[in-house]
């Protein structure tokens, strides 16, 4: 999976009101307790020209170059 899918799919697990509840009880030891969940945004830039792009896209709409994703270094 790539690095916008799986943002995508933290996103969605992070807004399930089960899950928020989960963690919350988890990280407070008690029940009803709303934790604020941060996450971080992607932005894309084609380096050819510097648009910028949704995460999912192979090519810039702008100038046709493919985009290059930086993997994460620590996996």
Do not use: H, W
């Not at 799986?6 to 996103?11: A, E, T, V």
């Not at 996450?39 to 046709?64: A, P």
């Amino acid at each position: 999976m790539d690095a916008g899918g799986i943002q995508k799919r933290m996103n969605e697990i992070q807004s399930d009101a089960s899950f928020a509840s989960a963690f919350g009880k988890l990280i407070s030891g008690r029940p009803g307790y709303k934790p604020v969940i941060e996450s971080k945004q992607i932005i894309v830039r084609c380096t050819k020209c510097g648009k910028i792009m949704d995460d999912c896209q192979k090519f810039c709409d702008e100038c046709g170059a493919r985009v290059e994703r930086l993997q994460n270094a620590s996996k």
